[in-house]
């Protein structure tokens, strides 16, 4: 699965749009104070992976960050299908 921040991905061009998806990290609150910030992005990531690929995609362009709450961040993106760029 391909994420990136990047509206565009070198060498490959998007042949569908799956629409926009988004996803958080639900850790009990109580369990917080456990993990770091960067370990709450990544369980985030996964997720927004995991909500791609149900959707049929193989890559989510354009991702964004809401880190107002850094122990709840919100990843939002795109969910895409890529092929390689023939031309």
Request: proline share 2%; aromatic share 6%; charged share 30%.
């Amino acid at each position: 699965m391909i994420t990136t921040t990047l509206s565009v991905y070198p060498g490959k061009k998007i042949v569908k749009d799956l629409g926009i998806i988004f996803a958080y990290d639900d850790t009990l609150r109580a369990t917080r104070f456990l993990i770091d910030g960067e370990e709450c992005l990544e369980i985030a990531l996964t997720r927004l992976c995991e909500k791609a690929k149900k959707r049929g995609a193989n890559a989510v362009m354009g991702i964004c960050f809401d880190l107002r709450d850094k122990m709840r961040p919100v990843l939002i993106g795109t969910a895409v299908v890529l092929e390689d760029d023939k031309d």
